[in-house]
């Protein structure tokens, strides 16, 4: 009688412990889980910039209002919040700067933006071939660009070794197609770069006739 009470007790208590493990693991993947699905930074054809997050089920978003940059960090959560969120966003002394803090995983994710500010100048427009564009984070660490182009533009893409930098050069032409996609390979601990270069002819009376190269807008991003 004593034995088989002793092997009850035994069974109950490693059900016990099992349970408890098993929950431990539980919390501690969750601990552990990456909150941000997704994210996508995108300009508009006036010039806006804009960007479209999606979270996971566990997380919740707070922008540091402090910050001299779009800083937002994530936080776990057992509450019921909106997932897929999007914010417009102000370019400053033609920059823009957008910040994640996983407080989770303790990553960090940082996209910088050098471009003119289109909205406030023609001219600034006037020198690009570009007319909108967004870049999207992917599960697989890969990152797609989607842009369009003004019409009668002609589209190469370069990878320019010496730099590590993936160009995508603008010029006019006689190019009938004006929508395009790319995905970029990013490693992690590296930086990926992408410029968009405008082949501008130079129309200035002192000028010598060649083109002019403008880099814009030059996106970087790094984690």
Do not use: W
């Not at 804009?50 to 566990?58: H, K």
């Not at 940059?69 to 997932?83: A, G, W």
Request: net charge negative.
């Amino acid at each position: 009688m004593k034995k088989i009470k002793f092997l009850t007790l035994a069974i109950i208590l490693t059900l016990v412990f099992t349970s408890c493990s098993n929950e431990e693991t539980l919390l501690s993947n969750d601990l552990n889980s990456k909150l941000l699905k997704s994210y996508k930074v995108k300009r508009d054809a006036t010039g806006a910039y804009s960007i479209d997050y999606d979270l996971y089920d566990n997380a919740i978003v707070a922008k540091n209002t402090n910050s001299s940059l779009n800083e937002f960090s994530l936080y776990s959560t057992d509450k019921e919040t909106p997932k897929k969120l999007d914010e417009t966003l102000l370019i400053n002394n033609n920059q823009l700067k957008i910040g994640f803090i996983d407080n989770n995983t303790n990553k960090k994710q940082y996209v910088t933006v050098f471009d003119d500010d289109i909205t406030l100048s023609k001219k600034s427009a006037d020198k690009s071939f570009l007319k909108s564009y967004n870049i999207t984070s992917n599960d697989d660490g890969t990152f797609t660009l989607d842009f369009t182009v003004k019409n009668n533009s002609d589209v190469t893409f370069v990878f320019n070794e010496e730099k590590s930098t993936y160009e995508i050069h603008l010029e006019k032409g006689k190019n009938s197609e004006t929508t395009f996609e790319r995905t970029f390979d990013k490693e992690e601990g590296e930086v990926l770069k992408i410029d968009f270069v405008n082949h501008i002819p130079n129309t200035s009376a002192k000028g010598d006739g060649n083109e002019v190269l403008i880099k814009k807008p030059v996106i970087i991003i790094d984690y």
